[in-house]
């Protein structure tokens, strides 16, 4: 799956046709309602390092490419958590801000944002 589009509160994905079908195959819902645990590793420049975000999402919308079959997916993101400096291969979850956002998630986009409009010199955000 290809990661399109990010923010502190939600996310949307590409899953081509043959990923979709695996997934379902698989038992993966892909249907509006349907809920995943994602895994993001997000490069940190300012830290040189990669900061991880485990996501429970929920689908919110679904569009398949009437060509390709490719399926597009807009999920929110219901509840954050990164791994345990002590076991690693465990989360610890929490809750969203009053915002709905995974804070620490919607300040390295802004960062990210702030990068690329500085680097474009452009006066349109």
Known sequence: MGLLNLSGGGLRLLAPRA????????????????????LLELYDPQHDRSLGFWLHCRIQNRFVAFETRDVELGAQVLAWGQARPDAPHMADWKPLSDEGEAEPLGNWVIRRHLELYRESGSDVV
């Open 19 to 38: 990923t979709a079908r695996s997934a379902t195959a698989r038992g993966m819902s892909l249907d509006v309602g349907g809920r995943f645990a994602a």
